[in-house]
């Protein structure tokens, strides 16, 4: 509701818009407010056409992405994925004590062994997503997509499978073992 008074009415300050809401019954601090608006998409228009793009090539579009899954010892586990937007499928899942580039690249073959059905590979800025990666991904004839800085929304599908499972999963289990190095 913030971001779309923010969005359509640029003049508006935090005040204004805290009036507004508690004129509509909402009741929140003006700071919030202000909080609030600092997160605001600042061109509504890329987001639309990033929405767009998701929503037309659904079919094309693959992500990758990590997560970290601490041990009973206090290790920490790397999860490598790959999943199809389409039907929200996993392609591929692996874990790892000590991700680099190479793994990744390898990671990748085994995903895309033939040729992909995917054309596009979403992936964040994460550092272990270095040049290597993306020659490697450009090799298998998929077009990489990174995600703009601090944008989780622009890779949800693989966002929410990882809050799935850390939730349906991840939360149940004792990871005793730390893999082999």
Known sequence: MIFRMVVENPTWGAPRIHGELRMLGFDLSERTISRW?????????RARRWLAFLRNHREAIAAMDFFTAPTITFGMLYCFFVISHDRRRILHVN?????TSGWIIQ?????????ASQKYL????????GFEVIAAVKATRIIPKQTSFRSPWQ???????????RRDLLDHILRVRSLPS
Not at 95 to 99: D, F, N
């Open 95 to 99: 874990v790892t004590k000590h991700p």
């Open 107 to 115: 990671q990748l073959r085994e995903a895309f062994p033939f040729e």
């Open 122 to 129: 979403i992936f964040d800025r994460d550092q272990k997503f």
């Open 155 to 165: 890779n949800g599908v693989a966002e929410r499978w990882v809050g799935s499972c």
């Open 37 to 45: 608006m600092k997160r605001a998409p600042r061109d509504p228009g």
